[in-house]
């Protein structure tokens, strides 16, 4: 599959919306932001730097983070267009999960029922161990796993989720055989791979940063290696041209007018341009990016049809 990032639609994108972002007021009420995925993981880390940093920009706005959790983040997002259209109402949504899951067929939401307003960042596909495993490099990981196919296990958060698309194309590309294990989000696979109840997990490089003492990572899905894991070789050096991971961003229900979109668009691109933002996620692996209202549509035509085309090669929506 080829998911590469488009770096010259997001630069363009940053580009535009610098200059709007440092213009924007505050909300004139406390922002409600809804989780569709557990405490603990990715989505909750980046929800938990938005609201310090909203709060330093608008002192009298809180950030009410909530939590709507379940099958791999389909419970709230087929919920979100019964949520107030009031500007301030926001939900975490997931880059390729809401085009895998209706693919697949197994929720209650179509990907056109999502309205995207904003994307923030992108975090790389990371293969990782737990330190106590003896699987101490790549090489042997595949030769354990092709001496025993079928007995290694893999978590990852959700199904037809990034995690399970990177899950299935490791396998695919290696020609080796895992078993993935589904879990409702990051934080709750954490427990499991940090208690070896699990072989591994397939997931994003802020989990393997943050337990960088407790897991060991195998490979990362980058163009090249990451700063803060320099001995860690990427899957293009490993021989598979493999850079690909998960978006996150913020959507509205479909009700919202378009100065609401326009306003939270221009409110998210301000916090991810502040200086804060960008320390906070150079030290969490989050890989900032910028696809506000104005680029929404060409984004989500495009990021749509390759995740079409990759979910048609995993054989996603077959019976």
């Known amino acids: 599959m080829r998911f590469n990032l488009s770096f010259k639609v997001l630069a363009a994108a940053s580009a535009l919306l610098t200059a709007a972002a440092f213009a924007q007021p505050c909300p004139d009420k406390n922002v409600q932001y809804w989780q569709a995925f557990p405490p603990g993981g990715e989505s909750d880390l980046s929800a938990r730097h ?50 895998f899951q209706p693919i697949e067929g197994q929720v209650q939401y179509k990907t056109a029922d999502v309205t995207p307003v904003y994307w923030f960042h992108y975090t790389p596909d990371i293969l990782v161990v737990p330190v106590a495993s003896p699987i101490k490099t790549f090489a042997e990981f595949l030769a354990a796993v092709k001496k025993e196919p079928g007995k290694l296990s893999l978590g990852g958060s959700g199904l037809n989720s990034a995690n399970h698309a990177a899950h299935e194309r490791l396998n695919a590309a290696f020609n080796v055989k895992t078993i993935y294990i589904p879990f409702k989000g990051t934080g709750d696979m954490t427990t499991a791979v940090l208690g070896s109840q699990v072989d591994g997990a397939i997931t994003y490089t802020p989990f393997a940063i943050n337990n960088k003492t407790r897991v060991r990572a195998l490979a990362v899905a980058m163009e090249q290696r990451h700063p803060l894991m320099p001995d860690v070789p990427t899957f293009k050096e490993l021989g598979v041209n493999w850079v690909d991971g998960a978006y996150r961003g913020i959507g509205v229900p479909k009700s919202a007018t378009p100065e609401q979109r326009k306003r939270l668009s221009e409110l998210w691109a301000n916090l991810n341009n502040d200086p804060e933002m960008k320390e906070l996620a150079a030290k969490n692996g989050f890989e900032l990016v910028n696809i506000g209202v104005d680029q929404m549509d060409a984004f989500m035509k495009e990021r749509t049809q390759l995740y079409t085309e990759g979910a048609a090669r995993l054989g996603l929506g077959k019976k």
Do not use: E, F, R
């Open 50 to 99: 938005q609201q310090a940093v909203l709060k330093k920009k608008c002192a009298a706005i809180d950030t009410v983070v909530q939590y709507k959790a379940g099958a791999g983040g389909a419970l709230m997002w087929t919920q979100m267009n019964s949520l107030p259209a009031d500007g301030v109402n926001v939900v975490g949504i997931n880059l390729p999960h809401i085009v």
